[in-house]
């Protein structure tokens, strides 16, 4: 279809930036240096034209040097942790600080796999690990994935995030597990899967604005979605990798078919992003300018999904619902939601969010229900869209300090129940 032109035409808009500017910048993130020298212009504009047709060559990585924790700045050390063809689970640690023998469990940020990469939920990493060591899953380019990987379905992504889960668990110490958007029903299905184990590594899950139940007051999103067929969609907005990325020949749905459709949804995002950049660029700003331009090659930097993957999305979560009906089973082991009976768990949503509808997190609640249940939160976020949930203001006043909350009140929970045992002389 388009894949190979556009591709074509990418390459050849990156050539002519470059070209035109000399080489200077990587991704546009350098595209400060130019003008606060000399006063030139172009490395913004480089960025900006590489930023607005999908031209980014690579995603920016995370580069979080150092946080502020305890009234004091702690450098940060990122390594891979463990990795599959899907995607890498990479750990981000404070250097010095052994936080796992301050008494605080890990947290594993399941990030999305929507079409953007997990460096879009840089903001939400810098926070957490402020109290907490951080592994995040950061899912691979499919365009980058060899064949002989697979097909990759949406069963696959919820394997390895189980996987990912079980190898933060360590003896004595358990997890508390985060999932973002669409992230949150392949979390929750993995969570389900653990929870039957008789030694689940499980502390927590929290859900943040999610499809759990999209039959719930769908959005304009999400009712597109169930209203066309799985023919369609593979008809439509399926392509084939070209040469010479690693996974030519797979098919995939192209990150730049979701930016497009992301931007004509939710203009108002990006639109905020490029005039809080632009503005601070022609006030000299230096580091606000750079804080924008940050956020906007993170918004920037899409990815390719697997064919299978994406078509299983839309039958498993819009079409069937089979989370929420209880019908879904992967690699022969049902998903029992009920098995999470015993997890504490907490969901939120925004009341502006415009991409999930309201209830479709929340319901976990009932899908997990326990007469004895341990700590459950529902947050509402009020005027709090979707990306509020995870980046700004609302993140970091609301959302961030009510998990914090909550992750403490878990762990006092059952630690107390732990000592109850031991005194008991129970098992721990």
């Known amino acids: 279809m388009w894949y190979a032109m556009l591709d074509a035409q990418r390459r050849l808009i990156r050539a ?34 590489c930023r607005s047709t999908c031209s980014l060559d690579r995603a920016p990585s995370f580069s979080i040097d150092s946080v502020c924790a305890s009234g004091r700045v702690v450098p940060v050390q990122e390594t891979i942790a463990d990795e599959v063809p899907a995607g890498a689970l990479r750990k981000f640690t404070r250097a010095g600080t052994a936080a796992r023998r301050s008494g605080s469990w890990p947290v594993v940020l399941c990030a999305p796999l929507a079409g953007h ?3 879009m939920l840089r903001e939400m990493v810098e926070a957490l690990l402020a109290h907490r060591e951080v592994y995040v899953t950061d899912w691979t380019d499919a365009r980058d994935i060899p064949a002989e990987a697979g097909a990759l379905t949406l069963d696959d992504y919820v394997l390895a995030t189980e996987r990912f889960i079980r190898f933060v668990s360590s003896p004595g110490t358990r997890v508390h597990v985060i999932a973002v958007c669409q992230a949150t029903v392949p979390a929750l299905a993995a969570a389900a899967l653990l929870a039957r184990e008789p030694a689940s590594p499980l502390a927590s899950l929290a859900l943040l604005g999610g499809p759990i139940d999209a039959g719930l007051n769908p959005t304009a999103v999400e009712r597109f979605a169930m209203s066309h067929s799985l023919s369609w969609f593979r008809e439509h907005v399926i392509d084939t990798v070209p040469p010479p990325y690693r996974g030519r020949g797979r098919r995939v749905y192209p990150g730049y078919l979701q930016q497009a459709a992301i ?16 503005s601070a660029w022609l006030a000299g700003n230096t580091r ?59 969901t939120v949503e925004g009341d502006r969010d415009d991409i999930t509808g309201a209830g479709q997190t929340h319901c976990a609640h009932a899908l997990c229900a326990a007469d004895d249940a341990p700590p459950r939160h529902r947050l509402t976020v009020a005027q709090c869209d979707h990306y509020d949930l995870f980046t700004g203001p609302r993140w970091h006043e609301t959302v961030h300090p009510r998990l914090c909350a909550f992750w403490q009140e878990t762990e006092r929970v059952w630690r107390s129940a732990r000592d109850k045992r031991s005194v008991a002389g129970m098992p721990a």
């Not at 990587?26 to 034209?49: H, I, Q, S, T, V």
């Not at 920037?300 to 839309?314: K, P, R, S």
Request: proline share 3%.
């Open 16 to 49: 002519m930036a470059h070209g035109v500017l000399q080489g200077r910048g990587d991704n546009g993130c350098d595209a400060l240096a130019g003008w606060m020298k000399g006063g030139d212009a172009l490395p913004a504009l480089r960025g900006w034209l």
């Open 117 to 119: 990469h997990a460096v």
């Open 263 to 278: 931007v004509a949804t939710y203009p108002a995002r990006l639109i905020g992003l490029e005039t809080r950049y632009w």
């Open 288 to 346: 606000e300018a750079q804080a924008a331009l940050r956020a906007l090659n993170e918004y920037a930097a899409v990815l390719d999904m697997t064919e299978q993957y994406f078509l299983d999305t839309i039958r498993v979560v819009f079409h069937e619902r089979r989370l929420a009906c209880g019908e879904w089973t992967i690699a022969t082991r049902p998903v029992e939601t009920r098995a999470l009976a015993r997890v504490a768990l907490c």
